[in-house]
């Protein structure tokens, strides 16, 4: 193989080496990515070069990575004159018998280049893992550089493509899987952080369930993983779902599966969608592995529930509330029964340690929330982000819980709130369809009471 | 799920029944076909929806599954009026900053629902292997209906992409592999038949390798398999490796490895290329588990070279020969030395019985041989389809075997002939590299010689 | 290590090669399984030392072999004096405290030497396989002796408890089993020989079952294993069985298991009892499986009926049967009702063929068969083997079958009758302890009265 | 199943439920041994009856389990009548040919009943972690019980039959092994404590091997490993080797592998030698994995040492000191040059942090110390048990340490001193055998001069 612009060394770099920018070997990357696109020596060498190519983007500091992305976005797109010859073909052919051949012929004129190249990128031994890192290169960068989604509609295109869901396996991660693998489970736990070993072996006990999916070429790197609690009814707690010390369940028992957390474990990947085929087979695991389970139901977060909540008690947007709804908080606080007193009340981060005062809270906060869920849209969707993943998955609304989240986080998202979003088998379906085609949000009718419908 | 158009049973209907046409069901597909295309009630349930169908074409007797295929190609298509929309604003932006944005949107519209709907076949339990068998019917049904290409595009693209061969594993098929996967061998052997049992265990014995390259999802399904013997020399002759009853060779000892048969297995991957990197890739393994092997080479059929040499000798086609090279097959015969000679004692099946007769045609037939090779061309390339694929490759002409292959198919291919291909691990890249660009043919200096060069 | 006495070779001896006798080197194999005795130069050294002399044994003719085995058990079992010592000490503190001391030193003083040295082969690579293949030929040799069975004594003990079937795994062999695993079913079949691939492959279908035990060290050799068949009623007829173009059941709705046929397949396990733990494992992992299945028999045969028939029939032996049951068969045949007419008719082998007398013979041979399996005992245990084997494992009489086995094989056992021992997985323990204690045999109501109980 | 004295329950009994004693149901479970020692209703139902046993015996507290163990020694040994009659008719046979029919009877009388009591344990679903806990409990009893011994003599040798070497499976643990496998090495690890997962991420990291011994039937519990450092020379000092903040080193350069870590896990197999097999097993794994590595040393403790040392110094055993050798010692501490003075300075527990101080010691403390190795018996071999082990395995001693473990252990051991034993694979075999029959210990001159040889 031709030599690379930056050899290619079996050891990592030591890590006080200053990692290079790539400006000056500028024009032999781009020689050589040219090379890439048109397989010069055959497929083989062209793998081979282009695992050398991501070897070297590997050494690159950021300033480095991003003239090398840009490059690629800028100057391995489609050819405009080949693509317009295509078209003018094509356009002419509509309605002949030949218009089957101008069709091919456009798509083969606007695949691009670097398309290709992306590809070829497999060939490195970890090649998958690479390309999702790029893919997060990718975005972080596209933050100041919009340009580069044209690369990155490329890059998710081929990742979509690969991680199609016929290929992952959903496998049951448990306490005697690889510590490598549990140990990203750590890195990744987005929604309750895993705060040692032992915080996640009792994750991994014999009530609980993790499940993941996998790419069979990356056994040790969850994609996407939940963890599930098994009880004898709907937990309304966060708390002692993650206290190591509470005693185990027995599992022969348990009638309720509780998915407590849900991690997207690859930034790589946003936009790849793997959350509701994973809720969907894992439910159909769980039933088949312990058949006494009938329900099946998040213990979720609300993440911006006190953004518009406070927006709301501002002033600035309609809610729900009547004045009767603030009589027992009014006479707990001696103030007013309004929107004013309420707000006044969550400021001071004290009543959450008055047991009356929140107690007082728990029927209007509940409201709210019901409100907010069900009636708060961005578009023709639920504005909270959680809510428009599981209802669009086919959950309803079923219970709200309030102070079921004490830590800060809790409080700051959702002043501790949260909620109950439950998966009935055989409604999943008709649930979808009437989410996706008329904004329809399933709810229990507690729920649609207090959200005032 | 809404109902299929044709119930999905459980169990495959009794062979006899007659498998219906698809025409009195065509309204029905085509809406469900269209409910995949948009993803209608989500994916989870497109992808149901899709196995469904899928399910349903099996179904199918032929002229069902070509209607079926038709209504895919012609109804599925990207929608013209957004195209020329695209491409307008795309070539307006050429040069501006926003270019990508445009590029971005052109690239969408020319992709087609076909495309979608056939990803979406994925979700059936052997979803590539159904796809991998839809793309050997379009293959079929492409004889007499040319425009079904425009679908084959979609469906090799998808195919092409999945099967990338940085997610295939080489895998060694030994007489411990299951009995599920050795008879695909049995089923799959292209070059030389595989008898029996006892044959294929033969071919498994401790001085033979065989690798096959697998999909993580169909582990039982060989894509595309080679046969090798170690041996302690050159092989000359095909009958001998292929002899149950010779005795094994101590594998220590050898230094040989010779490629007897190279077959694809699954017609519906043609023009997926796997070949070259396989034989790469085995050449790698086999130097790291028998350092003493020094040579890589095949044992190979020129399955064309009898077509070519029937119709040079009567007189239409250019050869190398020369009076003197016909001498000894004329004293041999007593005829004169001159082509017509030649053709009349090959016409004449009993030459082969005739030892005289034999070895005075090896030398004309290796020189013929050696030019057929190395000098008759289709376009630039070899005409040879096996020379071809060997020579692109990267190996080189390295040994001519007069009546190497005495079966009924040597002789009806190339009177016997048969030829190594030699893989020389140093020179394999440059070798692509001539072949490609320059459409040089790399042979040792006797071949070259034989062939007049 | 020492040299042995035979160089070990890295590869088998050509096999035409006269394989030596013993007695040259007689002195130095003394030695060298002296020095494995004493574990000379440490166990890792005397292991070592143990596997050259194994490697050296299977080089051996019958003849040296023979040597080998009588040197064994002849000049390393226990030291007499030694052992009279131990034994005057031991009967000295019998009711005092220190008794347990002595008792541990005679048992020390037993031990022999060749026991240790039986231990030692499991060194070699293949060790329990040796063990089993050395106790094999041992058997063969005891015929004519007798004196080896004191080794055999030791070698079984060492068997017994490596082959202890809470190390056994039971698993299930399909035609996705290795084709090495596979072949040796075919050899190892002893009650329904399998014709070929095609015959086997046919006992592995979707509606068979096959499982076997194996030990961890030997994945691929069936230690015993047993054929299974799922239908929708109790099979009286072992041809439909092993027919391989008869129709698939369904497997979903059958309601019966089959077993159809057992096989011990290690000669150098005899003695040491593995299937009756099999059956009750296979039936647990069966119920598990498919829970609609309902009954569970074998389809059997009945191996000494006929020899025991014929000698009854000569007037020898007491059988149930009365005038009136001989007149149908007078009738057919036009003789007297009588033992020698029934006689006459069996001498004859073309009975079999005429459909009136076979059914004549019906319920004669029926009620010789029920008498033959519940009455007629070797000692106090039923005299016919298989009846042995199952009763003692819990199971009861079901159902004779006549004419279920028409092979030459059944006329010559059984004048073609088969049993079906039923396992009732309520009963089969309340069964084992009767038949053990009581030597009561299970069976049906219609089976009792047929045997004139 | 008849029903146990004690219900077996499917979940554990909660903790602080006090323990049943076993007193009053000791006639029921006599009863209960005896049916298994009868194998009472077959084997089947043996099993089943001693995994009830054995379930029960879990329950006991210590006064239950010792006294179910006495029960077991005392009621179920030999039969002394029937022992004294075998053994009357063997010696009288002696000499005779059918001596070896009552050598076969005599062996039978004194195997003993609860020897097959304890096979059956086997039958739990992990009955040999039962049988190991099992005889943890004999080994701890047995101090105050001493007759308990005959009973673990039982258990030792069934023991030692199914953790034969031949039977292991030697494994590679890295930080891909399962979680629940690693935690078991934090607890097990009896040489140096492994910290916390960092600490035991560190010794799994790609300069570092990890091996230990596995029992197929219990793959997540280690019986014996071996940690082990790649370096590039021989480590004279352990605090480097376990440092979680070193710098990996490359594995590609590495000449040596230093083992500096062996633990036994398992209690209840005292006695049953697993370690010399281990190393060489280990050894011959790394040559075949780095054909690089050329030296393979030990970094050894050595825990007696200092016990000798204070009482040497006593004036009550001898050493090898002579006047000169205290003369640096005698400068730097202004002290005389004889014994009494380092006898102050060791006690003095300041010397270590005096680096003046300490490398006067250096001298008189490394003949010292090569005097204990070699010179210092019990009995015939050296008094340092892992000296004894590794020099028993053929090692030989390569070079002492001065201060290479300065924690709180190593100075109460061996004043902070430390040994290489080197293992030179062509010389293991040579070294056992001197060792053995000589009681000759190898070291290298260096170390022999310094022991005054």
Redesign the interface.
């Known amino acids: 193989?031709a030599t690379l612009w930056r050899p290619k060394s079996?050891?990592p770099p030591p890590a006080t080496t200053a990692k290079p920018k790539l400006s000056r070997q500028l024009r032999q990357v781009r020689e050589q990515l040219g090379d890439c696109a048109r397989e010069?020596?055959?497929?083989?060498?062209a793998?081979t070069r282009a695992a050398g190519l991501g070897e070297a983007y590997r050494g690159l500091e950021a300033n480095g990575k991003l003239e090398f992305l840009d490059l690629l976005?800028k100057e391995f797109?489609?050819n405009?004159k080949a693509?317009?010859h295509a078209?003018a073909a094509?356009?002419e052919s509509?309605g002949t018998?030949n218009e089957?051949?101008f069709?091919?012929d456009?798509?083969e004129a606007?695949i691009?280049p670097r398309s290709r190249i992306l590809?070829q990128f497999?060939?490195l031994p970890d090649?998958?893992k690479f390309l999702m890192d790029l893919r997060a290169d990718l975005l972080r960068f596209q933050k100041d550089h919009a340009?580069l989604?044209?690369l990155d509609?490329d890059l998710k295109a081929?990742l979509t493509?690969?991680f199609?869901?016929?290929?992952l396996t959903l496998e049951r991660i448990t306490?005697?899987?690889?510590?490598?693998?549990?140990?990203k489970l750590i890195e990744y736990e987005a929604v309750h952080a895993i705060q040692s070993?032992g915080d996640l072996?009792n994750r991994l006990d014999s009530d609980r369930r993790c499940y993941a999916f996998f790419h069979?070429?990356m056994p040790?790197e969850p994609l996407i993983f939940v963890e599930i609690a098994l009880t004898s009814q709907l937990s309304s707690n966060i708390e002692s779902l993650l206290d190591e010390h509470a005693p185990v369940h027995?599992t022969?028992k348990a009638d309720t599966a509780i998915f407590y957390s849900i991690s997207s474990a690859q930034v790589g990947l946003r936009g790849v969608?793997l959350g509701?085929?994973l809720l969907?087979r894992v439910i159909e695991d769980l039933q088949r592995d312990l058949p006494r389970l009938k329900v099946f139901s998040t213990l979720s977060p609300m993440p911006r529930f006190r953004m518009w909540l406070d927006e709301c008690l501002s002033g600035k947007l309609d809610h729900p509330l009547k004045v009767d709804d603030f009589k027992k908080l009014a006479a707990a606080t001696g103030g007013r029964a309004g929107r004013p007193t309420l707000l006044r009340v969550l400021r001071d981060a004290a009543w959450s340690e008055d047991a009356v005062l929140a107690e007082a809270l728990r029927e209007p906060m509940t409201k709210l929330a019901a409100f907010y869920l069900l009636r708060v849209k961005k578009d023709t969707a639920p504005a909270d982000p959680v809510a428009r993943f599981h209802l669009?998955?086919?959950s309803r609304v079923e219970r709200l819980n309030w102070l079921a989240d004490r830590s800060a986080k809790g409080f700051a998202e959702s002043y501790g709130m949260m909620v109950n979003y439950r998966y009935l088998p055989d409604d999943i379906?008709k649930n979808?369809?009437s989410f996706?085609y008329e904004g329809r949000i399933a709810a229990t009718s507690v729920i649609q009471r207090a959200a005032g419908m």
């Open positions: 193989m079996s050891e010069a020596g055959g497929q083989v060498t793998r976005a797109g489609p405009p693509t317009a078209h094509y356009a509509i018998p089957w051949k069709e091919m456009l798509r606007v691009s590809t497999n060939a090649g998958l340009d989604a044209v509609q081929q493509s690969w199609d869901v016929g290929f306490w005697n899987s690889p510590a490598a693998l549990l140990e070993w072996k069979p070429r040790l027995c022969e969608s509701n085929f969907k669009g998955n086919g379906e979808v369809e996706t």
